[in-house]
């Protein structure tokens, strides 16, 4: 294989599916995981012209490395791994729900950072290699809402600087992306959505898109490692009492 290659966790959908559509179209071999989304995954890989799939359970964070060495084996440049995959599923910052913490723990912060550090143990890169990790702008600006989730963002956002201190090679870098509100989450309308994502110092919408040239102007490793980049129009400078969904509602609620 004469191409860079990528693997994206969660690339199938959203986000992590922008991020596989923008390095594709750069030319790279892109390896698109996903957890349970089959048919879509073999669809957007149908679309690209260097594409495999591969399928993993990250709450199983064993599993997660071996599916990690596998591709270190046959994989003769892989160049970026991102850590694009989570769950966001709300409970409550007065009462957390054990089972709801558990999975967010797993499958946000464990799973990826063991499968960055089999990446960096293993992985051959020609260029050096790079880890994105993606966490949430609730870093700078979090709010009691989603308390699991957001719990597992901070956890995986502090190994970001401890990878880059410890990593082996000079060329290796390991940074942070950190998106606002992008794409609609759970129950939200189209009017909700829009509302929504305008909740932040420019008044606009983040695009997904833009999160994807992120990745890829990290991927060329001239930040320094360690580094978060926010990409949410200003929203971590923000100190909002809630989750943008919520105060999107009071304000349709009072107008």
């Not at 594409?51 to 599993?63: G, I, P």
């Not at 942070?176 to 609609?184: D, F, M, R, T």
Request: charged share 20%; proline share 4%.
């Amino acid at each position: 294989m004469d191409k860079p290659a990528i693997l994206v966790t969660g690339g199938s959908a959203r986000i992590g599916a922008e991020i596989v559509r923008t390095f594709a179209a750069q030319g790279w071999h892109v390896v698109i995981h996903h957890g349970h989304s089959d048919q879509e995954a073999a669809a957007l890989a149908a679309t690209l012209p260097s594409a495999e799939v591969v399928k993993c359970d990250l709450l199983d964070s064993d599993a997660a490395v071996e599916m990690v060495r596998n591709l270190t084996a046959r994989l003769p440049d892989w160049r970026v791994l991102v850590n694009c995959a989570s769950v966001f599923r709300p409970d409550d910052v007065t009462d957390l729900d054990p089972a709801t913490n558990a999975e967010a723990m797993q499958v946000n912060a464990v799973s990826p950072t063991r499968m960055a550090q089999a990446y960096l143990a293993h992985a051959r890169a020609n260029l050096g290699r790079c880890v994105i990790q993606v966490t949430d702008q609730k870093l700078e600006n979090p709010n009691p809402d989603f308390f699991s989730y957001t719990m597992s963002k901070h956890a995986f956002a502090a190994t970001i600087p401890m990878l880059a201190m410890g990593a082996e090679h000079e060329r290796d870098r390991i940074y942070g992306l950190a998106p606002g509100a992008i794409l609609a989450s759970h129950d939200q309308s189209e009017e909700e959505t829009e509302l929504s994502h305008r909740l932040n110092p420019l008044g606009r919408k983040t695009g997904a898109d833009e999160v994807a040239q992120a990745a890829l102007f990290l991927a060329q490793g001239h930040v320094r490692s360690g580094e978060t980049l926010f990409i949410d129009s200003g929203q971590h400078l923000m100190h909002q009492s809630r989750d943008v969904i919520y105060l999107a509602r009071q304000i349709a609620n009072e107008a």
